[in-house]
């Protein structure tokens, strides 16, 4: 309920019109998390304590995780115990030591895996735990096992420049029945069923409120997309599909995606203001699925979708005070037509929202 109120409250201050009441989706309260971040401590693998930064608290079940991540860190703090006079985990005061973090990610509708170890590139016993790292790959059940290798002030948990001793970079999940294959080391929504749940959402909006054949002769743009999973889920209702997103590593799983999924379309590397230069057709409507990050949109964006005049738009947002602020922007041309709140993340205070917006006249 509180959830609710605070997407309805922050469209009402800002001028928008409001919804008497709009859904919540909301799925199990546990076990839902496809991929954790734990850092390395002395007794292995373990989680910031509450309000504490830097302390931790060795974990070896996460009641937030999907089984699978907890089978692996089984598997990981097996290793790591049986190892301990090989391994040397990382202390952050004094920045001395070489394992930071074993990033484990677990598919929930595919059979795909990945443990990546971040390692202190400064550390002088960086190859011993290589050997050891490869030696644990060869008995793992993860599908990929991959090291990243960072400088001892920087705190990441994942990098670019990570490589797979097991497998490879890549994995895979399946939304509402399309394969959607992303990096290890890039952003995918961390709780599956409810990713499938907002992409069923946003399909549903399209195919309900938008005629087929206003949809099939039409292009749906989809940006700040990643590797694609709003427009892969929903590219089929439409004659092309146009993914746009600033980093190139995402661009080139998207691609792969929208040749999987067998999608006339592209994938574009650039900021979002490219929408502003895209040669589309006078004689075809756009649709847009907008998924920012919380910083939200830049005025440059807003111009150039305000400039395109696309029939509708959804906005996707993980946060709703900076959606609602944005939208109040669009409101001379566009009015709300519904809108919907997402709990992906039970036992926090987050709500994704999507709002859909849809031109006057």
């Known amino acids: 309920a509180n959830k609710k109120k605070l997407?309805?409250?922050?469209?009402r201050i800002n001028g928008i019109a409001v919804l008497e009441d709009i859904p919540v989706f909301s799925d199990k309260p546990f076990h839902y998390r496809n991929r954790m971040d734990f850092?390395?401590?002395?007794?292995g693998l373990s989680l910031r304590k509450k309000g504490h930064f830097d302390q931790l608290v060795a974990v070896?079940?996460?009641p937030i995780s999907n089984d699978r991540i907890n089978t692996l860190m089984k598997e990981v703090n097996g290793w790591f115990n049986s190892n301990k006079s090989l391994l040397e985990p990382f202390r952050r005061r004094g920045h001395a030591g070489?394992?930071?973090y074993a990033t484990i990610r677990a598919s929930e509708f595919a059979d795909s895996s990945t443990i990546t170890?971040?390692?202190?590139?400064?550390?002088?016993?960086?190859?011993?735990?290589?050997?050891a790292i490869r030696e644990f790959s060869t008995n793992t059940t993860a599908l990929n096992v991959c090291i990243a290798s960072v400088p001892k002030t920087l705190d990441t948990s994942t990098s670019p420049d990570a490589f797979a001793v097991k497998g490879s970079l890549g994995m895979r999940e399946t939304?509402?029945?399309?394969?959607l294959s992303f990096s290890s080391q890039g952003f995918f929504q961390n709780n599956s069923t409810m990713a499938e749940k907002m992409t069923h959402y946003c399909r549903s909006i399209i195919q309900e409120r938008y005629a087929e054949n206003q949809t099939k002769n039409s292009i749906l743009i989809d940006l700040y997309g990643g590797g694609g999973t709003f427009g892969i889920t929903s590219g089929d209702l439409f004659?092309?599909?146009?993914?746009?997103d600033n980093e190139g590593p995402n661009i080139e799983w998207a691609k792969h995606n929208l040749k999987a999924?067998?999608?006339?379309?592209?994938?574009?590397?650039?900021?979002?203001?490219?929408?502003?230069k895209l040669p589309l057709p006078s004689d075809k409507e756009t649709f847009l699925v907008i998924d920012p990050p919380r910083s939200g949109m830049s005025p440059k964006v807003i111009k150039h979708i305000l400039a395109l005049n696309p029939k509708a738009f959804l906005y996707v947002s993980c946060n709703p005070i900076q959606m609602a602020r944005e939208l109040r922007q669009f409101m001379k041309r566009y009015g709300l037509a519904s809108a919907a709140a997402f709990d992906l993340f039970p036992q926090t205070p987050h709500v994704e929202a999507v709002v859909e917006m849809r031109r006057k006249g």
């Open 7 to 11: 997407v309805l409250d922050h469209l």
């Open 39 to 43: 850092a390395f401590c002395n007794d």
């Open 60 to 62: 070896d079940h996460c």
């Open 98 to 100: 070489c394992l930071k």
């Open 117 to 131: 170890f971040v390692l202190n590139e400064d550390s002088p016993q960086l190859g011993r735990h290589i050997d």
């Open 175 to 179: 939304l509402l029945g399309k394969t």
């Open 239 to 244: 004659e092309k599909t146009i993914i746009i």
């Open 261 to 276: 999924n067998k999608l006339d379309g592209e994938a574009i590397a650039g900021d979002a203001v490219l929408l502003g």
